[in-house]
């Protein structure tokens, strides 16, 4: 029986030691899993340690950047150097950058083999997930990439890296720069000079982008013609290269007439074009994007699309314009019903959000943030400035010019990065040609056939040297660079972003360099007060013509306020200003009496204790064409320039608002009879100054 039962032994102990080497095999197998899993997230957080000191890398090569052209416009000022502005100078130090990052960085490919291949019914989609080993792991779409470039893709990951997201110059960069330009603007020269501005901005950007994008189109067909064209590129694309290549931006001019102080209209003309184009350049290239023709051809004229598109282009425009104006309301209201003028740093930060804010408010519904942050920033410099207190009026200045300055050059800095760094450049010969040749055609069918029509309703002419110098300083620059940047995808698009670029450096450097000699060259006044009142002379404008005094008397701005502005000024400083604001002549006084109790509640109670703040700073810009007369012995003044009544001292002469006599009596026989004291005299609303004196 013993014998019977060793062998069974035998055969338990034979099939257990099957189960223990499968047991130390499944041990070894955890335990290289487990290793492998540890080496993989040991891997893992190397490389999230390698790519976060890259980026950081990256971003201290633009705040070096900034440093070294921070020290050099420095440099420059001292000297008096102004043959290059700071923009032209951040470009030269960013191309020098893109050529170390470009060729002195040393290759590291990791992609040798040839990649799978699969096919899709549909097209590439944003986000791709792949099941590998029974892990899921989420793939991004960076972009196409051409066949030649294939084993090249990462062979300088400082190069990939350095190109930003184009958002990024959307919803970081060009906001504080938009809305400075609202925030900082002159309103005595801008609205003296509205009609001019708004007919060049709308009108004469228009027609600009219509005529480029003609003009493109015919090269596009003379590169198809000889064998320059190697994918496809409509009609669409060229009036699109029109919309954005038509967004002037002279920063380089207006930094020059600010620091030589020319003249102010001049300035106030360049100045509101490129403010007010940028938003209409950007909507209208946004109309020509949603330009989609019913048929089977989308790129054929077609006249419904063609009205669906301006419908769409007042629609954005209107509605960002609307947004715009209610944010800044909205914070002129918080700001002044409640007290947080005793808290500076909140009233600062809150001003800042609700600023920023109108942007992305209005991108997220659907509008343009560009042309809504302009007209928000407007809208805060005309009401919110005035509720804030002295210590965040000065800090929200500082401020949003600080951001101005650093998003401007930095952006400026990357178009020199960009030239080298950027992937799909396409650097076509002929269509770099056409593009110059369309941009000074189409800018010249802008500046001269409208400052001609202008000129038939306008009393002060807009000569021809400063049109000369408008169609001069039409350069190029940020915003026709963050709108070419933000879509690269097709080669059209490629194209018109590398040409863009080039005719930003070309005009920043060639044209704002040689402002000061073309100012000089056209005998452009400088030194100018920006404050003073141009010269009674047939021409509102002033032309240096060697070193001719001033005449004694100057015409008032209030004389060459547009009629609608007359309109609307009144509205604003009897309802909105007091509504809104601290200043202004109280509701209870402009109101009817029914709204009595709704005045009461609106008007601030410093609008009763400071008579001062009746008088508003626009008020320099009016002429009220009144029958306002005021008797003064013998002599009439009246608001309008009109003959008073008669009299035997000096034939019966009368006195206009600007002193001018319009009896015959001469300037010495005004001196004898009046002194120098001011009579105010308040109509309407609106003070009026007067210069009355005693009668002799």
Known sequence: MDALRQPKRCGAGAALFPMMRAWILFSLVSGLKAEDDAMEELATEKEAEESHRQDSVNLLTFILLLTL???TIWLFKHRRVRFLHETGLAMIYGLLVGVILRYGIPVTSYHNKT??????????????????????????????????????????DMLRKVTFDPEVFFNILLPPIIFHAGYSLKKRHFFRNLGSIITYAFLGTAISCFVIGNLMYGVVKMMQVVGQLTDKFYYTDCLFFG?????????????????????????ALLFGESVMNDAVAIVLSSSIVAYQPSGANT????????????????????????????????????????????????????????????????????FTGVVAVLFCGITQA??????????????????????????????????????????????????????????????????????????????????????HMMMFAGLRGAMAFALAIRDTATYARQMMFTTTLLIVFFTVWVFGGGTTPMLSWLHIRVGVDPDQDPQPCGDSFQVLQGDG?????????????????????????????????????PLTSTLPSYCGPLASCLTSPQAYENHEQLRDHDSDLIRNDGDLTFMFGDTAITA??????????????????????SGSTSEEALERELDSREQELLSRGTRLVFPIEDHV
């Open 243 to 267: 919309a954005i290549i038509s967004a002037t931006d002279p920063v380089t001019v207006l930094a020059i007439f600010n620091e030589l102080h020319a003249d102010g209209d001049l300035y």
């Open 382 to 467: 005309h009401y919110t400035y005035n509720n804030l207190s002295e210590e965040s009026t000065k800090r929200t200045k500082q401020l949003f010019e600080v951001l101005h300055f650093l998003a401007e050059n930095f952006i400026f800095s990357y178009m020199g990065l960009a030239l080298f760094t950027f992937q799909n450049h396409i650097f076509s010969p002929l269509f770099i040609i056409g593009a110059f040749i369309a941009i000074f055609i189409g800018r010249a069918f802008n500046i001269y056939p409208l400052s001609f029509i202008l000129n038939l309703g306008r009393r002060h002419k807009i000569k021809g040297n400063f049109q």
């Open 640 to 661: 309008n320039g009109a003959s008073g009544g008669g009299g035997d001292g000096a034939g019966g002469s009368s006195w206009s608002s600007n002193g001018k006599r």
């Open 69 to 71: 052209t921070i020290l």
């Open 115 to 156: 990649p799978p291949s699969c096919s899709m019914k549909e097209g590439p989609t944003s986000t791709l997930l792949l099941n590998v080993s029974g892990k899921f792991f989420e793939y991004t779409l960076k972009g196409e990439i051409s066949s030649r470039e294939i084993h090249n893709v990462e062979q300088n």
């Open 299 to 366: 790129h054929m004229f077609d006249a419904s699309a063609f009205f669906k598109s301006v419908g769409i282009f007042l629609g954005i425009f209107s509605g960002s314009f609307i947004m715009g104006a209610a944010t800044g309301v909205v914070t002129a209201l918080v700001t002044k019903f409640t007290k947080l003028h005793c808290f500076p740093l909140l009233e600062t930060a809150l001003f800042f959000l609700m600023s920023w804010s109108t942007f992305l408010l209005a991108e997220a519904c659907g």
């Open 549 to 585: 005094t001033q005449g004694e008397e100057q015409s008032k701005t209030k004389q060459e306020s547009a009629w609608l502005f007359r309109l609307w000024y009144s509205f604003d400083h009897n309802y909105l200003k007091p509504i809104l604001t601290h200043s202004g002549p």
